[in-house]
């Protein structure tokens, strides 16, 4: 189509090299068959954003506006340790994206924390585990949950079955009553709106 000035937008608001690097890769190989490249920006990473920010205080607010839980957990998607050793700002930016909105929604430091979901075999991942703190959440009596999942920006299967089943029974065996999975941002008006001014700034 000729096009001579290439934005790229990984749908990842915290940066890893695991998702927004590998996406770059996966634009750089489709560009080396290209003659003429053409001018190439990409945004690797939104994480303290103010309308990602804005616009996920707002959905926790509205999910939470009867009932909340007496925690609220944000769950992210988990890293190998080793990753965050050998310099990957993820944990970092998950940790910010966190604080900022509980800073949104003025809740203190005993109202919230973050997990990292998703971990598979033997390495060490980011800690707490998800599932291992809901567990011991509901043994130590908390009854009453709402968890999020920023680093997604729209549902999808892994996340609904590990987080909105999965892990939804685990809390309920360990001892909880009620837990409430807070949807991903997917097509809310204040998400396409956030990620519009982000494009339109870059």
């Known amino acids: 189509a000729g096009a001579q000035r290439l934005l790229v937008l990984p749908l990842y608001p915290q940066y890893s090299a695991t998702t927004v690097a590998s996406t770059f890769d996966a634009v750089a190989a489709e560009l080396r068959t290209w003659r003429w490249l053409p ?14 920010l804005d616009a996920l205080a707002a959905s926790i607010r509205t999910a939470r506006a009867e009932r909340p839980g007496e925690r609220l957990l944000f769950s992210f998607h988990g890293l190998p340790k080793r990753n965050l050793l050998a310099g990957d700002p993820y944990h970092c930016q998950c940790l910010k994206t966190a604080r900022r909105v509980a800073e949104r929604l003025e809740l203190q430091a005993e109202q919230w924390t973050v ?47 590990e987080i909105a089943i999965e892990n939804r029974q ?28 982000l494009i339109d700034r870059h």
Do not use: M
């Not at 999020?148 to 609904?160: K, N, R, S, V």
């Not at 685990?170 to 990620?195: Q, S, T, V």
């Open 39 to 52: 001018e190439l920006r990409v945004i690797t990473h939104y994480h303290d954003d103010p309308g990602y």
């Open 115 to 161: 997990a990292f979901q998703s971990r598979f075999g033997r390495a060490e991942w980011l800690q707490p585990y998800t599932g291992a703190l809901l567990a011991e959440w509901a043994k130590a009596g908390v009854k009453s949950v709402d968890v999020i999942c920023p680093g997604f920006a729209a549902d999808c299967l892994e996340t609904l079955e």
């Open 170 to 197: 685990a809390f309920l065996d360990a001892g909880g009553e009620r837990y409430r999975y807070i949807p991903a941002l997917n097509d809310a008006p204040a998400h396409i709106d956030a990620l519009a001014d």
